[in-house]
C-alpha cells in the first residue's frame, strides 16, 4: 500500500479548539438559568450542571452574546473546575469579542499587562495575588448553533487579586472591591451626585463588586475617603501622602499601557479599584478589565487613530503631572525601560503571533467569519488584521517616543513649536517619515531620500 494512502486520513484531521456545548431551557437573558455544559478537549469529556446568563452592559446589543456560567454538582451547589491550566472556580466568563475584528484583543492585551505590571504592592503578604487574568480560547456551542470562538477567562476578583476577607464574626471590612462601569463620576474630578449609602450597591458610574451585596454588608468609606483626598487635598498635602493612598508603580504601569493600546475605554471606566486591608492601609490599586477598545480599533470595530493622547481628564493624573515630585520623569524613565524590551514591534507581534496561528490552524478564523462578520455593521477578516495591527502598531510607538521624549534613532529631534513633537511626513502610501535635522527617517532608523 503507498504510504500517503496510509497518511492521507491523518492529513484530514483538523486540529480543534477545546469545546463548550451548552444547552440551557430557554433563549439566554440578563438572569441566570438552568443548563448542562459538555466541556470536550482532546479525548476528554466532562459535563457539567450550570446556571448561565448573559453578561455586559453595552455587549448587549451584539448578536454574539457574551455569557456567564456557573458550574454546579447534582445537589445544585457550587462546584470548583479547573478549565485549561487555570485557576479553579466556579464561575467563567465567556467573552464575545463581538466588535473585535481580530477575536484576540482582549486576550493580548491581558498577556501584556501580566508581562508588564509590576507585583501588587502587598506582594510580601500575598505572593499568589494576580493583578489581571489568565484565559483561553475556545469554540462554543449553544443550543445546537455553533457560535464560534471564545475567550474563556478568569474573573477579576477577591479571590485573583488575594484581598483580606469580610470578618463576619467581628463585623469587619477589610479588603474591599470597586469597579468602574460608566463614565459619570469615574475620573476622580468634583462631583456633584449625593455621596452613596451603604445600602445601594451602585453610585455614579460605580459599583461594588467585593463584598457581595447579595450576601454581605457593603461599605463605600475606602472609596469616598480616597476620592476627597483627590478631589480635595491641596498640592503640599497630595505631593506628601499620595503614595499612601495610591499604588503609584501599578498607576504608571496603567498609564503607559492603556497609552500603547490607545485603550480610550479603560481611561476611565472599564476598571477595577481594589484595597488589599482597609484596617492596615487606605492604599487603592487599579486594576484593568475588558480591553477590547484597543491595538487600533474602537468600541464600535472602526479603526483607531494612532496619534491620540489618553488620560488628560482624569484629575489623579493631572495631579501626579503637577504636584509629585519628579512624576514627569519617572513615567518617561519607565516607558523607556519598557521600550527596551517589551514595547517593541517584535515584541509585541510576538504575543499575537500564537493566536493568529491557533485560529489558522484550526479554521477557527475562517468559521467566525463565516458565523459573525457583518453583523452589528462589522466586517472583519482576521488574518488580514494581523497586518492591521502591525501597521498601527508601528505608528503608534513613533508617535509615543517623542511625546515620552524616547527615541532608538536619537536625542536631538527637530521639535514643533508648541507640543513637544516632532515633524513628521506621511507618504501617500502610508509610511511615517521622522524628520531629524534636515533630513527624513523611517520608524526603523533608516535614513530615507525623498
Avoid at 496510509?6 to 492529513?11: E, I, K, V, W, Y
Avoid at 498635602?237 to 479603560?266: E, G, W
Avoid at 481628564?313 to 520623569?329: A, F
Wanted: hydrophobic share 35%; charged share 25%; with cysteine.
Amino acid at each position: 500500500m503507498h504510504i500517503f494512502s496510509l497518511l492521507f486520513p491523518l492529513l484530514l484531521q483538523i486540529p480543534s479548539l477545546p469545546e463548550f456545548i451548552i444547552s440551557t431551557e430557554n433563549s439566554l437573558t440578563e438572569s441566570f438559568q438552568n443548563g448542562e455544559l459538555v466541556y470536550i478537549n482532546n479525548t476528554d469529556t466532562v459535563h457539567f450542571h450550570i446556571d448561565c446568563r448573559r453578561r455586559g452592559a453595552s455587549s448587549m446589543i451584539y448578536d454574539k452574546p457574551a455569557m456567564a456560567i456557573k458550574l454546579k454538582d447534582e445537589q445544585g451547589e457550587n462546584l470548583d473546575f479547573s478549565f485549561l491550566g487555570m485557576r479553579e472556580d466556579n464561575y467563567w466568563v465567556l467573552d464575545a469579542m463581538a466588535i473585535d475584528c481580530a477575536r484576540m484583543r482582549n486576550r493580548a492585551a491581558m498577556n501584556l499587562w501580566l508581562e508588564m505590571a509590576p507585583p501588587v504592592w502587598y506582594h510580601q503578604e500575598e505572593p499568589k495575588a494576580k493583578n489581571g487574568c489568565s484565559g483561553q480560547f475556545i469554540s462554543v456551542v449553544l443550543n445546537d448553533k455553533p457560535m464560534g470562538i471564545y475567550h474563556l477567562l478568569e474573573r477579576l476578583d477577591r479571590k485573583q487579586l488575594k484581598l483580606k476577607k469580610y470578618d463576619a464574626k467581628e463585623q469587619e471590612f477589610k479588603g474591599i472591591l470597586y469597579k468602574t462601569c460608566s463614565w459619570e463620576n469615574v475620573a476622580f474630578n468634583p462631583f456633584s451626585n449625593p455621596e452613596p449609602t451603604n445600602n445601594q450597591s451602585t453610585w455614579a458610574g460605580w459599583e461594588i463588586s467585593y463584598p457581595d451585596p447579595d450576601d454581605e454588608p457593603i461599605t463605600w468609606e475606602p472609596l469616598m475617603n480616597f476620592y476627597h483626598f483627590i478631589v480635595d487635598s491641596d498640592s503640599a498635602t497630595f505631593a506628601n501622602q499620595i503614595a499612601d493612598y495610591l499604588d503609584i508603580p501599578t498607576f504608571i504601569d496603567y498609564q503607559l499601557f492603556i497609552q500603547l493600546l490607545s485603550a480610550r475605554d479603560n481611561a476611565g471606566k472599564n476598571n477595577y479599584w481594589s484595597f488589599y486591608n482597609i484596617q492596615s492601609s487606605p492604599r487603592a490599586m487599579i486594576s484593568l478589565w475588558d480591553i477590547d477598545h484597543s491595538w487600533g480599533r474602537m468600541y464600535d470595530g472602526n479603526e483607531e487613530e494612532s496619534d491620540y493622547i489618553l488620560g488628560e481628564g482624569n484629575n489623579i493624573q493631572r495631579k501626579l503631572r503637577l504636584y509629585y515630585p519628579h512624576y514627569n520623569e519617572t513615567i518617561k524613565t519607565r516607558y523607556a525601560e519598557l521600550r527596551s524590551h517589551i514595547f517593541t514591534i517584535q515584541h509585541l507581534d510576538s504575543i499575537f503571533l500564537p493566536y493568529f496561528e491557533l485560529f489558522a490552524v484550526t479554521q477557527m478564523d475562517k468559521t467566525e467569519q463565516t458565523l459573525w462578520s457583518g453583523h452589528n455593521n462589522i466586517t472583519f477578516d482576521i488574518p488580514s488584521e494581523k497586518d492591521y495591527i502591525h501597521q498601527w502598531l508601528q505608528k503608534r510607538l513613533v508617535f509615543l517616543d517623542f511625546y515620552y521624549d524616547y527615541s532608538t534613532i536619537t536625542t536631538s529631534f527637530i521639535k514643533t513649536n508648541n507640543d513637544n513633537r516632532p515633524l513628521k511626513l506621511l507618504l501617500p502610501n502610508g509610511n511615517l517619515l521622522i524628520r531629524r535635522a534636515d533630513d527624513f527617517y523611517t520608524i526603523d532608523g533608516n535614513k530615507y531620500r525623498l
